[in-house]
């Protein structure tokens, strides 16, 4: 009787390990299937941002326009030059039916506004066909390249789509002479801001993060390392600091938001620093940071065997020897790990910036930590307010470039911390 009592408690048991073990598979397919889902969401809609139209054009570089003085001085050249005109002039030449002010709009309309651009460049790296006809393969309009990615409808009625009957007919003519090409949008990397989606780009919020996380970095790093190092190594153990552990455990669970108004009121408002600039949003991070880099470095410390220290005291070493010699080089791991983490949620941060005026539309690029700059997270944020469609695929686009800076920035965390492991 006893013996059926316990068989029946043991299938008992193993049935709640069963349901147990469905339950935590089940829990992380859903996870993965979501995690997919949304990758794969992102991507997909991205795509389109990564290929840019091109129409083919005919282009006279007549010198008489281009040199009017017979300079010879190419620099003359590339800043006296009317190149949008010279752009709306050739693609004119090439439908010398179209008079009316009207059509000519709409063939201007084929083309981006930076057409102008490509035959500038072209002349600044082929100067001596100035004189000759060339093909110079020049961006088409936002409208367009969405026409051609198959994101309009060119079957709808003409009042519902963005692109005329007229330009229809166009593209089609240039299609039938093999004019339209597609090429990947470099400008996507090379350009900076822009409110046409055919010439925005990256450029800029890319070159703002990494100057940003470098000023959160030069700052968080070595201070909270110290800290960790103090706090764990040296201080007493005594009531202003178990005072200053709480208050750094709390520190990591403020929001974000609330560092963006102490940089707003503290740097910018009293000590008058530069307003949308990286060296101001990476001392905002590097606080928001601190906390983080100090819990994770103040762990591996403690992680490492009291052993080690004694077996240095005993050889005669000093406690700033210990520390520097057998402590941290056994817990850098440790301590690059949370370093990276933290810097990794901190690039992804926008909150705080925003409070700190990163968040403005700015064409140029930063040279330096005091220039006037935006942010990836910022740049994503703007882009998904635009109304235009092209936007879309850029924000997409945008916020992909974003997730591979920060899977990377953790796998090499991880990459770290299992290289430079030790098991005790």
């Known amino acids: 009787m006893i013996n059926k009592k316990i068989s029946n408690l043991t299938k008992k048991r193993y049935r709640s390990e069963k349901r147990f073990k469905s ?19 992102i991507t997909l809609s991205s795509l389109p941002a990564f290929t840019q139209t091109y129409i083919e054009t005919d282009v006279y570089l007549d010198k008489k326009i281009l040199d009017p003085g017979n ?6 050249i590339i800043k006296e030059t009317a190149w949008r005109t010279l752009a709306k002039s050739s693609l004119k030449e090439m439908l010398p039916r179209v008079t009316d002010r009207k059509e000519k709009r709409e063939l201007y309309g084929l083309v981006s506004v930076i057409a102008g651009d490509s035959i500038k460049n072209y002349v600044r790296e082929n100067p001596y066909d100035i004189g000759k006809n060339v093909q110079i393969d020049i961006p088409s309009s936002d409208d367009i390249d969405l026409l051609m990615k198959g994101l309009i409808d060119r079957d709808l009625p003409e009042e519902n789509r963005t692109v005329s009957n007229l330009q229809l007919e166009w593209l089609d003519q240039f299609i ?3 004019r339209v090409s597609k090429h990947f949008a470099w400008k996507l990397f090379n350009h900076g801001d822009s409110r046409e989606p055919e010439v925005a780009g990256l450029k800029g919020a890319i070159m703002g993060t990494l100057l940003t996380m470098f000023v959160t970095l030069v700052i968080s790093f070595p201070i909270g390392v110290m800290t960790a190092v103090y706090l764990e190594e040296i201080a007493p153990q005594n009531r202003i600091t178990d005072l200053i552990e ?10 974000s938001i609330v560092f963006g108004l102490l940089g707003l009121a503290v740097f910018i408002g009293y000590f008058g620093m530069p307003r949308s600039a990286p060296l101001v949003g990476g001392i905002v991070l590097a606080l928001m940071t601190l906390p983080i880099i100090i819990i994770s470095t103040r762990a591996s410390l403690a992680s490492i065997p009291p052993s080690i220290r004694e077996a240095a005291y005993g050889v005669g070493a000093s406690q700033l020897q210990v520390i520097t010699h057998h402590v941290l080089p056994l817990a850098i791991p440790g301590i690059l790990t949370g370093t990276i983490i933290g810097i990794a949620r901190a690039a992804g941060e926008t909150a705080p910036l925003l409070m700190i005026g990163m968040m403005a539309f700015i ?3 930063p040279q330096g930590i005091t220039d006037k700059a ?3 997270p910022a740049q994503i944020y703007m882009w998904a307010n635009n109304p235009e469609r092209s936007f879309e695929s850029l924000t997409s686009a945008a916020i992909l470039i ?14 770290l911390r299992k290289k430079y492991e030790r098991r005790w």
């Open 23 to 41: 339950y935590c598979i089940t829990a992380l397919v859903l996870a993965m299937a979501i995690l997919f889902t949304l990758l794969s969401s």
């Open 71 to 76: 300079t010879n001085d190419i620099e003359i």
């Open 176 to 178: 039938h002479e093999k």
């Open 246 to 255: 709480v208050n750094i455990n709390n520190l990591a669970a403020v929001p």
């Open 363 to 365: 064409v140029d690029t």
């Open 374 to 376: 935006t942010v990836l």
């Open 402 to 415: 974003l997730l591979i800076i920060l899977i990377t920035m953790n796998a090499l965390a991880i990459y």
